[in-house]
């Protein structure tokens, strides 16, 4: 047997031998707690936010006011309730996001609660969120997982508790958070935000009346050195985390960053979120670290033996066909989180002026656009000549939003061309006269003037109806 045919062989040994290693990680017994107090803490967090929708108003503002609402790609089936099905709504995902957290009917509760949610970002593509994007996300590995099994209703009836759960639960909930922070901080990787510190240079110059912490923006270094600091704390603080010597500091550090940047800007519960899913990165048992240390500040253990560590015992192990299966979805889920966020790479250009690419990537507050646009609508056979304001179909936060994106400005161009035709105007071409401004620059035209889009059938291709972007930098803009 010659030397290439005994190496022939090694290679498959020492493949299955690697696939069996990353397999034994993967199944290794871990302690449940960390998954039981993740369970509870997002249900609640998400029963805040449907509370929230329903206090302040939003589900009229965004769900029911509108009379159009933008699509997204391949959803065009997708519409709203009626108004009182859209509160009804509402109220079913608060109670589905309580159930969530304390276990009660968790296999029935979560998956609902994810189609629901998921549902109505479906409905608008100009209320989408990077948050709502990630709590869809989150909900979703939760109700694959056995989040139910321990400090739950559900295991209280069942009168079985379990004390472990497999290590790819873990780590499946780390790489999703883990995602989150590179690609947000891969997206700050450009001139705009590194070089001339935009579009936080606007933004902290409109906040210079804010108390102690506004004063400081007015200095020509707080825009560059915060830049920086966001650059850098969203592409290390993943690997800092996973330091045992360093977490506390680094989770000291996403405190303090998250609430900083809930004071400063309008995110909503972003922070909050990301708070509370930095908690996978400590040891799985932290929660009952943290209870046994809240019974002993409290006296109730007082003079009584520690608890003893759980018995970390694999249990039953599934079927090697289902086990199989698992193994090839959860790769498929984190290959597909990664081909999400990288795909502007194939559309070339600047992904935050023609924005293929910018929605489930974690772009989050890299660029400020505002746009003033006007369509203007011809009949080809009479040649006449409409000028048409999108205020005539949008409200301001439709407004706002399509202003600076390409494919929602085709799609309110189709919508325009179908009601001229219905009151029998059309046939009709619809070009759009979008002027818009990328963090700061002088305005530019975003979309081919001599376009009809009401022609352009919206796809994943690259659109050649946009505009390059402009070569210029941003302005130095210093607060006033």
């Known amino acids: 047997?010659?030397?290439?045919?005994?190496?022939?062989?090694?290679?498959?040994?020492?493949?299955?031998?690697?696939?069996?290693?990353?397999?034994?990680?993967?199944?290794?017994?871990?302690?449940?707690?960390?998954?039981?107090?993740?369970?509870?803490?997002?249900?609640?967090?998400?029963?805040?936010?449907?509370?929230?929708?329903?206090?302040?108003?939003?589900?009229?503002?965004?769900?029911?006011?509108?009379?159009?609402?933008?699509?997204?790609?391949?959803?065009?089936?997708?519409?709203?309730?009626?108004?009182?099905?859209?509160?009804?709504?509402?109220?079913?995902?608060?109670?589905?996001?309580?159930?969530?957290?304390?276990?009660?009917?968790?296999?029935?509760?979560?998956?609902?609660?994810?189609?629901?949610?998921?549902?109505?970002?479906?409905?608008?593509?100009?209320?989408?969120?990077?948050?709502?994007?990630?709590?869809?996300?989150?909900?979703?590995?939760?109700?694959?997982?056995?989040?139910?099994?321990?400090?739950?209703?559900?295991?209280?009836?069942?009168?079985?508790?379990?004390?472990?759960?497999?290590?790819?639960?873990?780590?499946?909930?780390?790489?999703?958070?883990?995602?989150?922070?590179?690609?947000?901080?891969?997206?700050?990787?450009?001139?705009?935000?590194?070089?001339?510190?935009q579009p936080l240079r606007i933004w902290l110059g409109s906040r210079t009346d804010m108390p102690v912490l506004g004063p400081l923006f007015t200095h020509p270094w707080a825009a560059p050195l915060m830049s920086w600091a966001g650059f850098l704390f969203d592409t290390s603080i993943v690997w800092l985390l996973l330091v045992p010597r360093i977490r506390p500091f680094a989770y000291?550090?996403?405190?303090?960053?998250?609430?900083?940047?809930?004071?400063?800007?309008?995110?909503?519960?972003?922070?909050?979120?990301?708070?509370?899913?930095?908690?996978?990165?400590?040891?799985?048992?932290?929660?009952?670290?943290?209870?046994?240390?809240?019974?002993?500040?409290?006296?109730?253990?007082?003079?009584a033996p520690p608890a003893p560590a759980p018995a970390l015992s694999p249990g039953a192990p599934p079927s090697p066909r289902l086990r199989a299966l698992g193994l090839a979805i959860g790769a498929a889920y984190c290959a597909l989180q990664l081909a999400l966020p990288l795909r502007f790479v194939t559309y070339g250009g600047n992904v935050r002026w023609h924005e293929q690419g910018m929605r489930f990537s974690w772009r989050v507050m890299v660029r400020e656009k505002n746009g003033s646009i006007t369509f203007l609508v011809r009949n080809p056979q009479?040649?006449?000549?409409?000028?048409?304001?999108?205020?005539?179909?949008?409200?301001?936060?439709?407004?706002?939003?399509?202003a600076g994106q390409p494919d929602l400005i085709v799609q309110l161009s189709h919508h325009i061309r179908d009601d001229f035709e219905r009151r029998g105007r059309g046939p009709v071409e619809v070009r759009a006269d979008a002027l818009v401004s990328l963090n700061g620059r002088r305005i530019a035209r975003l979309i081919d003037p001599a376009v009809d889009l009401a022609t352009v059938r919206d796809g994943v291709g690259r659109a050649s109806y946009i505009l390059p972007a402009p070569a210029e930098p941003p302005p130095h803009i210093r607060p006033l």
């Open 252 to 303: 000291a550090a996403v405190i303090v960053f998250h609430t900083l940047t809930r004071a400063l800007f309008p995110i909503g519960m972003f922070p909050v979120i990301m708070v509370l899913s930095a908690l996978v990165f400590f040891p799985p048992s932290w929660p009952r670290r943290l209870l046994g240390r809240a019974r002993a500040l409290l006296g109730r253990d007082a003079g």
């Open 1 to 197: 047997m010659t030397t290439t045919d005994l190496a022939g062989r090694a290679r498959p040994r020492r493949l299955a031998a690697a696939v069996a290693r990353v397999d034994g990680a993967l199944a290794r017994p871990v302690d449940i707690a960390w998954l039981a107090a993740f369970r509870a803490l997002f249900g609640l967090t998400m029963c805040v936010s449907m509370a929230r929708f329903i206090a302040y108003g939003w589900i009229d503002e965004f769900f029911v006011k509108p009379s159009f609402h933008f699509k997204y790609w391949g959803l065009a089936w997708v519409e709203p309730l009626p108004p009182a099905g859209m509160h009804a709504l509402f109220w079913a995902l608060a109670g589905l996001a309580l159930s969530v957290a304390v276990g009660f009917a968790f296999r029935v509760a979560a998956p609902l609660f994810v189609a629901g949610f998921t549902y109505l970002q479906a409905i608008d593509v100009t209320t989408y969120l990077n948050h709502y994007y990630l709590a869809s996300l989150l909900g979703l590995l939760l109700a694959a997982s056995p989040a139910h099994r321990a400090w739950s209703i559900d295991a209280l009836l069942a009168r079985r508790h379990e004390r472990t759960v497999p290590a790819a639960w873990l780590y499946l909930l780390r790489f999703q958070v883990g995602v989150v922070y590179t690609f947000a901080g891969i997206a700050k990787a450009h001139a705009d935000w590194l070089l001339h510190a």
């Open 382 to 402: 009479t040649g006449r000549t409409w000028h048409v304001s999108p205020r005539a179909y949008l409200t301001r936060l439709q407004e706002r939003e399509m």
